[in-house]
């Protein structure tokens, strides 16, 4: 939602932005601040996972490839575009989320 919204007001054509799914990636980041029962549930899930390196090839591409440029906005998976959540094309709640954002990070202006 907040990707579509960044997409819809952006100022400059030249800049894109994109919601990228990676995966499961093979990290630390589940067994960061948690309990024992967690971190060890984290171990083994993330067992299924693929490197980081894997998990960034969505990333890449979108920023390199010639078949992402104008495709800005959109959510990607396994680098290609895909539909979201029904409720993230509602224009009033993406409009209200990125109000949200904004109030609670303190912006009065983000483009300014």
Not at 53 to 73: D, L, P, R
Not at 84 to 92: H, I, Q
Request: hydrophobic share 40%.
């Amino acid at each position: 939602m907040f990707v579509s919204e960044l997409h819809k007001r952006k100022l400059e054509e030249n800049v894109s932005a994109y919601a990228i799914q990676p995966g499961l990636v093979k990290t630390d980041i589940g067994v960061k601040r948690t309990n024992w029962l967690h971190a060890l549930a984290w171990k083994i899930r993330r067992s299924g996972g693929v490197s980081p390196a894997e998990g960034a090839q969505c990333q890449i591409f979108c920023a390199s490839a010639a078949e992402a440029k104008g495709q800005s906005g959109l959510y990607w998976d396994k680098c290609k575009p895909k539909p979201s959540a029904k409720y993230t094309y509602v224009e009033d709640e993406r409009a209200r989320l990125w109000e949200m954002c904004m109030e609670m990070c303190g912006i009065e202006d983000f483009f300014g």
